[in-house]
């Protein structure tokens, strides 16, 4: 959440508290007179609160410390490039200056006096590949009890907890992703419960904490579960929720709860009368995904629920972003454009469970197809991860076996800048576009090609990986 979730007289009031105003007079919010509010007297006598009992004074309690990578200018000449936002470019040249992107264009582009060249002549460059659904580093090798850290399943609602504290950077998946290609991942709780807790964007980079790792400025995305796993893993306790209706009854719950929490603060806020509400995690979480602040990830395979999920999310007031696994995504595909969700897919993964059944793979080609789709592929898995572009290509041929005319220009935007519209990170990465972070994938042939691998991976401008270069080889078998 960020300070935009506070409305009206309750910004105001907040922002005068962190300017260390003690004459809140001039910040009353009666229509521009320099008078007190009336009623507003208690509000404005009120003594600060003890650190960690207000979120508002401290929303960001585990900033990111990200620096990236040394990095070099360079203008990389002479591979095809798919540029993710649908543009395809022979002999094309995509110029990286103090870590962006700066220009991408044909072989007319000039490259600017101190850029290094990179030959790419033969090869393909690609953004970087956005892994919307990875549990690298709470899953992470080797798998073992004592590291297993992804699911808190204590409770059918565990909003409260944080995905990134968790997290072990050290997990040796994450080197395998950057052989792959991958610069950004999304690390998720698991889906034992109906809220499973915040998920945390992170850039693909070496580190020793997680906050090194932390993309500064994403937004966090709530982990909601649908279907059979909450309720066989309650049911089988004999708790609710045993059905799916009782699914759907915790999820109404939580949300009247975090209604009934969001308006205590808001009224406190104003007239700062009584006591503050007592400081609640769990429903901090979901006020977030009311006010919009934090994104709705949830985990849904059937259509039929992932139609209900959206009737729950106008009954609350609140979006969707993405339907995670989304096997049935196909027969809601007008649906789920029309409404702006993304749905982040597999192509070939089906049958484990009665719900992953009715599954085609051509799943994503058929997502794609209306206007405003959003269709992305995700691993869910730290050797997946590693393949995205072949699980990609395996889509894109399904849907051409159906008579859908694809291109490899659009459907290269299934693994970059599509992924980055799930994450509510586009405006930074996603696509090589001037401006935008340069996140970009030297490729040895065609990355819908079998055969082809990345050759070298820079994460804003930053060499992270480098087929060539020993120093920079993942184990061997890995990838």
Request: proline share 6%; hydrophobic share 40%.
């Amino acid at each position: 959440m960020r300070l935009h979730a506070l409305r009206g007289s309750s910004l105001a009031v907040l922002a005068c508290v962190l300017a260390g105003s003690l004459a809140l007079s001039a910040c009353a919010t009666n229509g521009g007179d320099d008078k007190p509010a009336a009623g507003n007297a208690s509000a404005e006598a009120r003594e600060p609160m003890p650190r960690g009992l207000d979120y508002a004074a401290n929303p960001d309690p585990f900033p990111s410390t990200y620096r990236g990578l040394p990095r070099e200018n360079m203008a990389i000449v002479g591979g095809t490039v798919f540029d993710g936002a649908g543009g395809k470019i022979e002999n094309g040249v995509v110029i990286v200056t103090d870590g962006k992107v700066a220009a991408v264009g044909d072989a007319s582009t000039p490259v600017p006096d101190g850029h290094r060249v990179v030959d790419a002549r033969g090869r393909f460059v690609t953004p970087g590949i956005i892994d919307v659904h990875s549990h690298l580093g709470v899953y992470p090798s080797p798998g073992v009890q004592g590291m297993s850290d992804g699911n808190e399943a204590t409770s059918p609602n565990t909003a409260q907890v944080w995905a990134e504290h968790s997290l072990w950077p050290q997990d040796p998946g994450f080197n395998a992703a950057r052989a792959g290609g991958v610069t950004t991942l999304q690390i998720l709780p698991g889906s034992a419960n109906l809220f499973g807790g915040r998920g945390v964007t992170v850039r693909n980079v070496p580190s020793v904490t997680m906050q090194g790792m932390k993309m500064p400025g994403a937004p966090y995305g709530l982990k909601m579960a649908c279907g059979e796993n909450p309720s066989r893993v309650y049911g089988g306790r004999n708790q609710s929720p045993a059905t799916g209706m009782g699914n759907m009854a915790g999820y109404r719950a939580a949300f009247i709860a975090a209604q009934d929490y969001r308006a205590k603060w808001d009224k406190w806020r104003e007239d700062g009368e009584g006591s503050p509400p007592t400081r609640n995690l769990q429903n901090e979480t979901i006020a977030g995904v009311l006010d919009g602040s934090i994104l709705v990830q949830n985990h849904c395979y059937r259509a039929d629920e992932m139609a209900m999920m959206i009737d729950l999310s106008k009954e609350f007031g609140f979006k969707i972003t993405a339907f995670h696994h989304a096997i049935e995504a196909y027969k809601l595909a007008p649906t789920l454009a029309r409404e702006g969700i993304c749905a982040d897919m597999w192509t070939g993964w089906w049958g484990f469970k009665m719900e992953a059944l009715d599954a085609v793979e051509a799943n994503a080609a058929l997502v794609d197809a209306p206007q405003g789709s959003c269709a992305v592929i995700h691993s869910d898995d730290a050797e997946l991860t590693q393949r995205l572009n072949q699980e990609a290509a395996a889509g894109l041929a399904a849907g051409r076996r159906m008579g859908m005319n694809i291109p490899e220009e659009r459907a290269i935007s299934w693994i970059t800048l599509n992924p980055a519209r799930s994450l509510g990170i586009a405006d930074q990465t996603g696509s090589l576009e001037a401006g935008k972070r340069a996140d970009v994938v030297i490729w040895s042939a065609n990355p819908f090609s079998v055969y082809a691998r990345a050759d070298q991976v820079f994460i804003d401008g930053g060499l992270s990986f480098d087929r060539m270069n020993p120093a920079y080889h993942v184990p061997q078998g890995a990838r």
